[in-house]
Structures are given as C-alpha cells and as structure tokens.
C-alpha cells in the first residue's frame, strides 16, 4: 500500500492551494484518513482528520480555513487550504488507517511529505 501526496507548492498570504492524496495497492478498507504538518524544527502536528463516513475534526489553527474531504471510489483525501498563513509553512504528510486484502486490522500507513510555503 502506498500514499501519494501532491499539491504543494509556493504561494503568496491569503492564497489558497488544494493537496490531494490518493491509496493504493491492495485495500480492502480504509478508516480515517488525514493530514498531518511538521514545519522545521517543530514536531508533527494534526491538521484535520476524516472518518470513512465523512465526519471531521480540524486542529484550531485549520478551522475555518481549511476543508478535508474524501472520495471514497477513489480511495483519495484532500485538504484544501484558504486564507494561508506564513506560519502554515511546512511539509504536508497524508496518513490512513487501511486494512489491506487478507488482513483482520488496519494499520497506519503515512505518505511522504508536500511542502507548502506561504511566503511573499
């Protein structure tokens, strides 16, 4: 199984990116999905999560900005991220919970990281 993120990128204060972040391999399910941030020189941080049937819960610095959502055909998280803030600068990690073929329990998988930086 493997988590591809994209999306990242440069962009100004008050601008808006969208990261996608799609499953792969041989799922069978997945649980919750979400979207961790560690900027440099600072532990990893939650951003928002989304549970297989839609429910979310954002860090407080995420909400109002920020909207998580998911296509469960497609086995894909996105966040999309509004109103950007400097200190929104760091690497965007996608992770699930995914019970692959064969298997009784999910497991925790992680993607690699997507910078984001909000800078002028």
């Known amino acids: 199984v493997q988590l591809q993120a994209s999306g990242g990128g440069l962009v100004q204060p008050g601008g808006s990116l969208r990261l996608s972040c799609a499953a792969s391999?041989?799922?069978?399910?997945?649980?919750?999905m979400g979207w961790y941030r560690q900027a440099p020189g600072k532990q990893r941080e939650l951003v928002a999560i989304?549970?297989?049937?839609?429910?979310?819960n954002y860090a407080d610095s995420a909400k109002g900005r920020f909207t998580i959502s998911r296509d469960n055909a497609k086995n894909m998280v996105y966040l999309q991220m509004n109103s950007l803030k400097p200190e929104d600068t760091a690497d965007y990690y996608c992770?699930?919970?995914?019970?692959?073929?064969?298997?009784?329990?999910?497991?925790?998988?992680w993607g690699k990281g997507t910078q984001v930086t909000v800078s002028s």
């Open positions: 992770n699930a919970w995914i019970k692959i073929d064969g298997s009784y329990y999910s497991r925790e998988y």
């Open positions: 391999g041989s799922i069978y399910s997945i649980n919750n």
């Open positions: 989304i549970t297989s049937g839609g429910s979310t």
